[in-house]
């Protein structure tokens, strides 16, 4: 199970950090990315804890993914936020080494305005 948090309004230039709690898995061998989908878009990859996939254009640089092993969480930081970073943030893993992996979080919506 994923359980994403840490959504919120926030004004553009800020910075938020988002949590995505994992049970029921062996963490060490759990690969976990971020995806996010915006209105009227489709779901878009940002990120993941191991490599292999190349995050999108938009976000590289601001975006940064973390893990805590002790609480089983791994964590996106976002900075210098963009109105056009609005949307719905999930958490996705498995243990398959491909993009989109089989379990998904059910989300945590970001609103970035002013």
């Known amino acids: 199970k994923l359980v994403e948090s840490g959504g919120g309004l926030v004004q553009p230039g800020g910075s938020l950090k988002l949590s995505c709690v994992i049970s029921?898995?062996?963490?060490?061998?759990?690969?976990v990315g971020w995806y996010r989908q915006a209105p009227g878009k489709e779901r878009e990859f940002l990120g993941s804890?191991?490599?292999?996939?190349t995050p999108a254009e938009s976000v590289q640089g601001r975006f940064t993914i973390s893990r805590d092993n002790a609480l089983n969480t791994v964590y996106l930081q976002i900075d210098a936020l963009k109105p056009e970073d609005t949307g719905a943030y999930y958490c996705?893993?498995?243990?398959?080494?491909?993009?989109?992996?089989?379990?998904w979080g059910q989300g945590t919506q970001v609103t970035v305005s002013s």
């Open positions: 029921g898995t062996i963490f060490s061998l759990y690969n």
């Open positions: 996705n893993g498995g243990y398959a080494n491909g993009w989109p992996n089989e379990h």
């Open positions: 804890i191991t490599k292999g996939k």
